[in-house]
């Protein structure tokens, strides 16, 4: 038996008002498991009591939401199956694979908001669905990183890219997803159910740890290294030196929208980007408080509904909704000029670096001067790095005070990296040919 939406709703979520008074939420659902989920417990405790202990430890587990509320599924559903010995020959069909729409049966909120979100398009945007004109990474994780062999065709893919941005999950003809497409820790993972999206990134299985969401550890498994440091430019912040030097005290419990400065004595990656501070209510779409696309090759101010597009969210709008977040602890002053030099270094990269960057190399495609394969051309690998890697570490840690980011691993290698460019422009149109 599962619980019903209704259950949930009856019993509802707390308001913040009243969560102030306690750090753990005291929800009882007033009934225990089912004889089902009891067997399924008892069972499990023997084989994994590594699962059941983070369970047991849960909320879920505590509110008795319990392995069959998760995992049981209809009869039709394509990914109904009984390879778990406990079910065989029962009427209940178990998959080890839980989708949003699992999640959003009790938190439909949650899993609305992660929709229209960045996240959202993680596994998409390489996975492309019809329709859509993304350009394809195929080349460079077939052809390159697997050397066109065959049987390496997808290694890089799996041990790689779908562990951060998530897979199309294949079923094998055994209803169990295949060595191809899980196990995948992404964020977009794409389900046989259709549903996108992966509700354990942040707080993982079997705990669902609403404080282990709150610290920086539960983004920087993927926010990280040459082409994204924001857990390096995070521990480059003032914010990242207090959390550092007294972090493991602050209160990581309280209920949303009522974890408040106080509880925490500088931002972490969840309270600029998704928790209720002030006025702001807690949101799962981590586009809303964005005003720039910083990733791009160029950066725009954001302007699209649609969670598909590299532009989404409203940047006035995101912009506004993150200085509410720092005006709890700053002064307008300190936010306004903060944000004015995060900008005017977001329009230099722009105007100063990417622009004639773009030109030469436009010049260079119309005049054939650039080797078909990119990543054996000297200027496309320049070219690359100078947007993928040093131009997002200066726009980023500018945006978040990472000074060394923004500087030295930012526009320092950013002005080399164009003189470099202008050199073997000039060299290319002066002979006319590619040189060796
Ligand atoms: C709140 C929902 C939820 C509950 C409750 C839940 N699970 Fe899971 N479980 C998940 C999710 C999500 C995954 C990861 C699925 C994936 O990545 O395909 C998972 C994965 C698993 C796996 C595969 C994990 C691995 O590392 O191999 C097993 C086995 C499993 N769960 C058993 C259980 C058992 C037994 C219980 C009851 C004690 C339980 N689950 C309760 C959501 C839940
Ligand atoms: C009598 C013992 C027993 C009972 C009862 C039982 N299970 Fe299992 N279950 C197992 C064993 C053993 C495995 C195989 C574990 C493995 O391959 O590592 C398994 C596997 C699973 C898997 C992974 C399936 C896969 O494709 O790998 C899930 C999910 C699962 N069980 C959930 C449940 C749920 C939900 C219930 C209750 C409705 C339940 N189990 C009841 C013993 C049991
Ligand atoms: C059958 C209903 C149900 C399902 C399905 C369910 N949950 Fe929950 N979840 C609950 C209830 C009830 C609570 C407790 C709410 C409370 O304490 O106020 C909860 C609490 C949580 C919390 C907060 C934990 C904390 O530390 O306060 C998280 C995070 C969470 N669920 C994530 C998930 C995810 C992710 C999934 C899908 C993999 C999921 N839930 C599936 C009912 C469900
Ligand atoms: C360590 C985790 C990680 C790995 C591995 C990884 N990415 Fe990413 N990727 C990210 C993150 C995080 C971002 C978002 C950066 C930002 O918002 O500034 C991103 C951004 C992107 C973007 C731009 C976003 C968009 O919507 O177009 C593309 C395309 C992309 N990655 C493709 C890939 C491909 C293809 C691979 C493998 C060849 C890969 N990534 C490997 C974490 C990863
Ligand atoms: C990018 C990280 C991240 C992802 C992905 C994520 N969450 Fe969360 N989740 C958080 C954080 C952080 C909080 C605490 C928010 C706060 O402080 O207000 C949270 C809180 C929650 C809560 C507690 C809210 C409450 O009212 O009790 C639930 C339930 C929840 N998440 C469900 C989900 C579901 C369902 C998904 C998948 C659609 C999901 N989460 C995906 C980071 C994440
Ligand atoms: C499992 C890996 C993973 C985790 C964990 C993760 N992210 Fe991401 N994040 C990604 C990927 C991949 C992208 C790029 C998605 C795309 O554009 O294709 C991304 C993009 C983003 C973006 C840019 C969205 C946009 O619209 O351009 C923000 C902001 C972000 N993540 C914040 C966070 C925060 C804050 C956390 C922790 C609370 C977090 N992420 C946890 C993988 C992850
Ligand atoms: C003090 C608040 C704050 C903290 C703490 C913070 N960020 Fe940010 N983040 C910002 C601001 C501000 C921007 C730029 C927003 C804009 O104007 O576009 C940003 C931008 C980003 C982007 C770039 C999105 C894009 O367009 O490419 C990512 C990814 C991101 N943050 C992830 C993280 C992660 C992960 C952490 C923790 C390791 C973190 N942030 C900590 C405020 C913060
Ligand atoms: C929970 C409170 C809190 C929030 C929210 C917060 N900050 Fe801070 N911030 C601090 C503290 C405390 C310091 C350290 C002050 C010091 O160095 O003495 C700090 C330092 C800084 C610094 C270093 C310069 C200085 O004056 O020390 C900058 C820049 C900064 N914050 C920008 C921001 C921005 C931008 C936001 C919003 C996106 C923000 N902060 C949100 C508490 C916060």
């Not at 009856?10 to 089912?34: D, H, I, M, Q």
């Not at 430890?57 to 209809?74: E, F, K, L, N, P």
């Not at 997803?177 to 549903?195: L, N």
């Amino acid at each position: 038996m599962r619980l019903s939406l209704a259950v949930i709703l009856a019993v509802g979520f707390v308001a913040p008002a009243f969560a102030l008074e306690s750090n753990v939420k005291t929800l009882k659902v007033e009934r225990g498991l089912t004889p089902e989920g009891q067997k399924c417990v008892e069972c499990h405790a023997e084989k994994h009591p590594g699962i059941i202990s983070d369970w047991t430890a849960s909320r879920h587990g505590h509110v008795g939401v319990s392995c069959i509320d998760c995992h049981s599924v209809d009869k039709g559903s394509p990914m109904a199956a009984q390879n778990c010995p406990g079910v065989k020959g029962t009427d209940i069909y178990v998959t080890t694979m839980v989708t949003p729409a699992t999640c959003g049966r009790c938190h439909a909120k949650e899993v609305e908001e992660f929709s229209k979100s960045g996240h959202f398009r993680g596994s998409l945007q390489y996975n492309v669905p019809e329709g859509r004109n993304y350009k394809s990474m195929t080349a460079l994780i077939e052809k390159h990183e697997g050397q066109g062999m065959d049987k390496y065709k997808r290694a890089s893919e799996m041990a790689g890219c779908m562990q951060c941005h998530g897979s199309k999950i294949s079923m094998g003809a055994d209803k169990r997803p295949t060595q191809e497409s899980w196990p995948a820790a992404g964020v977009g993972t794409i389900w046989p159910d259709g549903t996108v999206g992966n509700c354990v990134v942040c707080h993982t299985r079997h705990r669902f740890n609403i404080a282990e969401a709150r610290k920086p550890a539960a983004c920087a498994s993927c926010h990280l290294g040459p082409d994204h440091p924001d857990i390096e430019i995070f521990e480059n912040s003032k914010h990242g030196h207090i959390y550092n030097a007294e972090g493991t005290k602050w209160n990581f419990d309280s209920a949303p929208d009522a974890w408040e400065p106080g509880d925490y004595r500088a931002p972490t990656c969840a309270v600029c980007h998704m928790s209720g501070i002030g006025a702001l209510t807690s949101t799962h779409n981590i586009s809303e408080r964005l005003k720039w696309n910083l990733w791009a090759k160029e950066s725009t101010v954001r302007n699209s509904q649609d969670p598909l597009s590299p532009l989404t969210g409203d940047g006035a709008e995101g912009r506004k909704k993150m200085t509410m977040v720092c005006s709890n602890c700053h002064s307008s002053l300190h936010t306004e000029n903060f944000f004015k030099q995060a900008d005017l270094n977001v329009e230099l990269y722009n105007e100063g670096y990417y622009q004639p960057a773009e030109a030469m190399r436009k010049e260079l495609a119309d005049k054939k001067l650039l080797k078909d394969n990119p990543w054996d051309d000297e200027f496309q690998i320049v070219y690359y790095h100078l947007w993928h890697h040093e131009g997002r570490r200066m726009r980023q840690g500018a945006v978040m005070n990472g000074p060394d980011y923004a500087h030295w691993h930012g526009v320092f290698e950013l002005q080399q990296d164009l003189y470099k460019l202008k050199s073997i422009y000039n060299k290319r149109m002066k002979t006319g040919a590619i040189e060796d």
